[in-house]
Nanobody
Framework: LVQLVESGGGTVQSGGSLRLSCVVS???????MGWFRRAPGKEREGVAQ???????TYVDIVKGRFTMSQDNAKNTLFLQMNNLTPEDTATYYC????????????????????WGQGTQVTVLS
């Protein structure tokens, strides 16, 4: 079990930027990390997540605009969001799931995942 605390949400104009942070209570390099979001009336969707090889995959709608990174020394995950649009308005959550096996395979963010409390991002048109 690991605790995750997000910050950095807020209200911005369309075209603006925000940087979300997620502090992990454990050693971040032991986990596969991800950012998810839920907009009002919509299902939760994955925004960015770690792959087995350490790379990051992004949902198509944010490619080229969002960048996920992490600082292992500070056990912190980031999501840099640029060129925001009103469609990006949502509550953003970070999630962590333990890597599996000697090769550090990333399982799905299911029952073993831990989640933060969320941070609200609102983009005005």
């Amino acid at each position: 079990l690991v605790q995750l605390v997000e910050s950095g949400g807020g209200t911005v104009q369309s075209g603006g930027s925000l940087r979300l942070s997620c502090v992990v209570s454990g050693y971040i390099d032991r986990y596969c990390m991800g950012w998810f979001r839920r907009a009002p009336g919509k299902e939760r969707e994955g925004v960015a997540q770690t792959e087995d090889d350490g790379s990051t995959t992004y949902v198509d709608i944010v490619k080229g605009r969002f960048t996920m990174s992490q600082d292992n020394a500070k056990n912190t995950l980031f999501l840099q969001m640029n060129n925001l649009t009103p469609e990006d308005t949502a509550t953003y959550y970070c999630a962590a799931v333990p890597k599996v096996g000697r090769y550090g395979v990333c399982p799905a963010f299911g029952a073993n995942a831990d989640w933060g409390q969320g941070t609200q991002v609102t983009v005005l048109s």
